[in-house]
């Protein structure tokens, strides 16, 4: 089974494989950051700092938060900021194998 970190935490998971991260924390206990759910608001943006693989890729729903995520980052915090993360929807990604995430805020 996937296990998931949070980084700088002792917040470590076993989920199983094709779960939504959002959920699969939730049901464990854990709530993330989140909003809409549904993939459209982006507070649910995490960093993948390892095992980026490990998540299905986004789907057209997530890619679109994400890219607009990425504009609004880059205009508050400069291009390196956007490029230093990898940005996923916890709302929307499923957990492959293990990965390890930090919430964005
Ligand atoms: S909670 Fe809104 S995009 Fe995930």
Redesign the pocket.
Known sequence: MPIVSIKDTTKVFEVNKDEIL?DSLYDRGEELP????????????VDVVSGKENLQPPGVI?QN?IEALKDEFTKLHGSDFVKEKEIR????AKVIGDVTIIPIK
């Open positions: 959002y989140h909003g809409c759910l549904s993939g459209s608001c982006g507070a649910c943006r997530e938060t929807l916890s709302c929307r």
